[in-house]
């Protein structure tokens, strides 16, 4: 089997050893450890592990691996790996009698030629299917007690599910013929030998409490630092990722690569335009989100907006001089239109860069598609993986830019340039990245809050009372105060101030109102 399936049975293993070792539930240890015996006959090892969880449920997990024929080019082969987690009802609170449940099962397989009883599965009678199914099941069980610690169980059911997998001829490495994805019906019919380990709970021994004579301590009190105040900047980016504070701003450069950039906008052009249309692609919401982003800041007195960055950018086709003006009157239009509609964001707020032809976003492109291609193990996307790692090449190590897209063009036929222009280049004819950075008053009185806090916290109550008597006409601060001034002794007034922060909704004051209360 691949990689991932080998992990997936070092992650069954995990589970079956925490099952084992681990499962305390309901006041006694109860596992117990089954094998299926018409699995067996089928020729596939498996084991199942129960653990109990309550006085009539039970958790379990089912494993089974068939690894034959070990020769992977004998054409008849049933190789296949299953995981089935399951949670079973008990009528019965001793482990036996009637029980049902339900599963989820998971498998890979590469079966061919092998005929089921009942007509079942025909498609893999005259043709090698290989790939992964999913499903859930119902099953309802009987279970026997043969002795102390063996017991045997029936159980009958019936799954349902998905798989996706690919068809082949049934010789080894056959001619693939296809997709067979489809859903399918599964039978349950098992019969199990378990073995099961039961410890009895030991008696408790009485636990006698002696009655406390002692004064009980003063109660602890609540306080916690008290968020800054970024402005409505601050409370816009939190649904807004497009606003960033000033110091997060670096200028641009054309190593950057910009989709990896979260937060950033985009404004679309139709292909070789740099008139800005509200109406192609998404652009109306994007515009006046843009728009109504910077108006709300630049109303607001405790914050503003220090920069907007705006980075004008065209796809690869065509002459470099030309792609290059194009880019920059694409990041001039966005600049205007936003000029127009905010009159106040006057020139010097603008930092907008010409990125010219969006070459480094690109190869992140292609080098994404690469990595995903190079994981799968499809045969039909050999040539094309080829040609996508040439592609990075050339871009990686041809310097002029109007040779760089020629070679592209040239590249096996023009298949890899083809992909590239269909599945990557419309992106590209765009204003490219906007962000918005803001600076806010820096808000005093929650620094000052949080340093009395500290004090509180160290116990100095008597040196942070003061400070919060200062700041005493900011809301924030009651619930400190009231803690500094309960603790100095004065605690009528700091009893009306918990209740006042706790009418503000301080859940803190709330919580020191009950204590104090009780």
Same mark, same amino acid.
């Given at each position: 089997m691949d990689k991932k399936n080998r992990n997936i049975r070092i992650v069954v293993l995990l589970l079956i050893s925490w099952i084992l070792l681990g499962g305390q539930t309901y006041g006694q240890k109860n596992f117990a450890v089954r094998n299926n015996l018409i699995y067996d006959i089928s020729g596939t090892p498996n084991l199942g592990v129960d653990v109990r969880v309550s006085p009539h449920w039970t958790l379990g997990l089912n494993a089974g691996y068939r690894p034959w024929p070990l020769d992977d080019k004998t054409t008849r082969k049933w190789k296949h790996f299953l995981i089935a987690p399951e949670l079973r009802h008990w009528n019965d609170s001793t482990f036996h009698r009637s029980y049902w449940g339900a599963n989820v099962f998971y498998s890979h397989y590469n079966v061919g030629h092998v005929t089921f009883p009942f007509g079942l599965y025909k498609t893999v009678r005259d043709y090698r299917v290989q790939g992964d199914l999913i499903g859930l099941g119902a099953f309802y069980g009987r279970s026997w007690r043969l002795n102390r610690?063996?017991?045997?169980?029936?159980?009958?059911?019936?799954?349902?599910?998905?798989?996706?997998?690919?068809?082949?001829?049934?010789a080894h490495c056959g001619t693939y013929l296809g997709r067979h994805d489809k859903p399918f019906l599964i039978p349950k019919l098992t019969l199990n030998v378990v073995y099961q380990k039961t410890e009895k709970k030991q008696p408790k021994e009485p636990i006698i409490t002696p009655i406390d004579t002692t004064t009980p301590p003063p109660p602890v009190l609540a306080v916690h630092p008290v968020q800054e105040n970024t402005g409505k900047a601050g409370a816009l980016q939190r649904e807004n990722p497009v606003l960033a504070n000033i110091a997060q701003y670096r200028p641009y450069d054309r190593t950057r690569i910009l989709r990896k950039e979260k937060g950033a906008l985009y404004v679309h052009f139709p292909l070789d335009k740099s008139e800005l249309s509200r109406d192609f692609r998404s652009n109306a919401s994007t515009l006046d989100r843009i728009v109504d982003i910077?108006?709300?800041?630049?109303?607001?007195?405790?914050?503003?907006?220090?920069?907007?960055?705006?980075v004008g950018l065209a796809s690869i086709e065509g002459r470099v001089q030309h792609n290059e003006q194009l880019a920059s009157d694409r990041a001039q239009a966005l600049k205007q239109y936003v000029q127009q509609q905010v009159p106040q964001a006057i020139d010097n707020l603008f930092d907008v860069a010409n990125g010219g032809e969006a070459w480094a976003d690109l190869r992140d492109q292609i080098n994404d598609v690469v990595t995903e291609m190079t994981?799968?193990? &499809?045969? &039909?996307?050999?040539?094309?993986? &080829?040609?996508?790692?040439? &592609?990075?090449?050339?871009?990686?190590?041809?310097?002029?830019?109007?040779?760089r897209e020629q070679r592209l063009r040239q590249l096996d036929g023009g298949r890899p340039f083809d992909y590239i222009k269909?599945?990557? =280049?419309?992106?590209?004819r765009n204003s490219g990245y906007l962000r918005i950075y803001f600076d806010y008053v820096p808000d005093t009185a929650a620094a000052t809050i949080n340093k009395a806090t500290q004090l509180i916290q160290q116990e100095k109550f008597a040196e942070a =009372?003061?400070? =919060?008597?200062?700041?005493?006409q900011d809301p924030r601060s009651w619930n400190a105060l009231a803690v500094a001034l309960w603790e100095t002794g004065e605690k009528d007034v700091a009893l009306n101030f918990f209740r006042l922060a706790s009418q503000q909704g301080n859940a803190d004051a709330r919580e020191n109102l009950r204590k104090l209360q009780k």
């Open positions: 610690y063996f017991r045997l169980e029936g159980e009958v059911g019936l799954g349902v599910g998905y798989t996706w997998a690919k068809k082949y001829e049934c910077t108006r709300q800041i630049m109303a607001d007195s405790t914050s503003s907006v220090r920069r907007i960055q705006i994981k799968s193990t &499809a045969e &039909a996307d050999g040539r094309r993986l &080829a040609g996508l790692k040439q &592609a990075i090449d050339i871009i990686d190590n041809e310097p002029d830019l109007t040779r269909k599945n990557f =280049l419309g992106d590209q =009372l003061p400070m =919060l008597r200062s700041v005493q």
